[in-house]
């Protein structure tokens, strides 16, 4: 928005508007509102700084603001004066300062610069020259402002997190890496995570059998890693992988464990990371099936869905073959395409042939019939349709 108000000229409508409302915005420093600021101005102001140091403009006729406009690529002149600027001084224009022939040796300006800047202008080559002052954008090759070029420059880049990368893997249908985002944050609403909100409730694992524990609470290391159903799920790919994974209670340390661990050849290294987020997704939705359907929790069918889904995700593969091999997926053969033809026949000479048929959408719902009469050279003699209203497909067929 601020850039679009500098850079059109005072007759645009939309300039008009945000310079009778925010003030002159052909200062770099943005103006206090006219009227009392909205949230969204408010916004604007505490992001300007950042606006304000990357806006450079490029001289041309000189009638920018000599002291609260950058350009000279090191900011304002404002920031860098020695000394307080005279009132007299504040409202010069840069053509005051530099010519077509550089800089005025003859400026009572020279006091208030420090040297450093003046040889930076002098080695700049800045000059005034026919044309119009241009603000520019310096972070993007056209000089025009753009969202991404202004993220680039005011975020902080972090440290790459490296399970991030393995979950958001393009393999991963969406919804199970926003899950697996959650794990990672702790973000999953098992019973003990209700609980430390304060709220009060009867908890058991229903993946964990009786004999396990007394009424065990349910958690996040137990549901994925140390209950019952979690264990056999994990032992089974870990077996068709031939991964020795210690014992961790932390489900972070499990994926980091799988994920890091020595793989053997002919074991695909895009599948071993993708595997044991297929089944934390397929144990959760056991849990749930237990909790909310009242299925009981079987191993063998997570272990199945698991297999479904992988064989799904690597269907066509060059190596799908020897994948769903060694990892017991069956691999049924496609079946063979069948055709039948099927045409109409034309009736005998001398004979007409009329065909009807009837039907009802969404069965039932409004239904109707149509028919059609043909001669033996299969001219066309007549047609009819008709509405019934509301029936069945049996009820228009009769």
């Not at 794990?183 to 304060?198: E, K």
């Not at 793989?263 to 909790?291: D, F, M, Q, Y």
């Amino acid at each position: 928005m601020v850039w679009t108000a500098k850079i059109e000229s005072r007759s645009s409508l939309w300039a008009d508007y945000v310079t009778s409302r925010y003030g002159h915005l052909q200062q770099s420093t943005l103006a206090s509102p006219l009227s009392p600021p909205s949230p969204l101005w408010k916004h604007v102001l505490s992001l300007s700084p950042v606006l304000n140091r990357n806006l450079q403009w490029k001289v041309g006729r000189g009638s920018i603001n000599l002291w609260h406009n950058n350009w000279t690529g090191i900011g304002r002149l404002a920031d860098w004066a020695t000394q307080p600027i005279p009132d007299d001084m504040l409202h010069m224009s840069v053509s005051d300062f530099v010519s077509h022939d550089g800089i005025n040796p003859q400026s009572p300006d020279f006091d208030l610069l420090p040297t450093g800047d003046l040889d930076h202008i002098i080695q700049a080559g800045i000059y005034t020259s026919d044309q119009s002052d241009c603000l520019v954008w310096p972070h993007n090759r056209s000089g025009i402002y753009i969202v991404k070029s202004r993220w680039a420059v005011c975020r902080i880049v972090g440290q790459g997190i490296v399970w991030a990368k393995r979950i958001w893997d393009p393999k991963i249908p969406y919804k199970i890496s926003t899950f697996l985002w959650r794990i990672f944050q702790g973000a999953i609403p098992t019973d003990d995570r209700v609980q430390s909100r304060g709220i009060s409730l009867t908890s058991r694992c229903v993946c964990c059998d009786d004999e396990q524990d007394f009424s065990p609470c349910e958690s996040l290391e137990r549901l994925f890693i140390k209950g019952a159903l979690a264990s056999k799920v994990w032992k089974e790919f870990s077996d068709n992988f031939y991964l020795l994974i210690p014992l961790s209670p932390l489900i972070g340390n499990r994926f980091f464990l799988w994920w890091h661990s020595n793989l053997p050849s002919g074991r695909p290294h895009l599948l071993r990371r993708i595997t044991p987020c297929l089944i934390v997704w397929e144990l959760w939705k056991a849990r749930n099936a237990t909790k909310f359907d009242g299925t009981l929790p079987n191993s063998r069918k997570v272990i199945n869905r698991v297999r479904w889904l992988i064989g799904k995700m690597f269907a066509g593969s060059p190596t799908s073959h020897h994948t769903f091999h060694w990892l017991g997926i069956p691999i049924n053969p496609p079946l063979p395409k069948s055709y039948h033809f099927v045409k109409w026949d034309r009736p005998l000479g001398g004979l007409v042939k009329l065909n009807v048929d009837g039907a009802a959408a969404s069965n039932p719902g409004p239904s109707g019939v149509g028919g059609v009469c043909r001669d033996s050279n299969g001219d066309l003699i007549f047609v009819f349709y008709s509405g019934y209203g509301v029936g069945s497909n049996n009820w228009a067929e009769l």
